[in-house]
């Protein structure tokens, strides 16, 4: 049973161990899988990336790839039910649009804990979502 049941609940996951463990955090706080909502979000790729200049990648492929390697790692239980959904363009802002998009009452995600010059040049992912969420932000550390 979970504790503090949510009737919906977002994780974002980037295929990293702790975006795992933040579903398992997800999945005690619903009282069905199908109210947890997995969102992955793909970088958009610009026009002049190999790939796109050869016709050899395109988004709609890309996006077929994750979204297959993510129904293969939560196709067993407890993850059976899980709605998994793969978006593009700036993590925060995708996390936080679907967030509101699904009504969510909370999103769990993990924080990787750059600090200094890594955060400052890479941005952080959780902070973003922090400040654009609609509804609480519960922040995993390691």
Not at 43 to 66: F, K, N
Request: hydrophobic share 45%.
């Amino acid at each position: 049973m979970a504790w503090f049941p949510k009737k919906s609940v977002v994780v974002p996951v980037d295929f990293s161990d702790e975006s795992i463990k933040a579903v398992d955090t997800g999945l005690q706080l619903i009282a069905n899988p199908v109210d947890l909502h997995v969102i992955h979000v793909l970088a958009e790729m610009v026009a002049t990336e190999p790939g796109i200049v050869w016709d050899l990648v395109d988004d709609e492929s890309r996006r077929q790839h994750a979204l297959d390697a993510l129904k293969e790692r939560f196709s067993k239980p407890p993850y059976r039910g899980v709605d998994i959904q793969v978006d593009f363009g700036d993590p925060g802002h995708q996390i936080a649009d679907f967030a509101k998009k699904v009504a969510a009452d909370l999103i769990v995600l993990p924080s990787h804990g750059r600090t200094g010059l890594a955060r400052l040049l890479i941005g952080s992912v959780a902070e973003r979502v922090v400040r654009l969420a609609h509804c609480p932000v519960l922040v995993l550390r390691k």
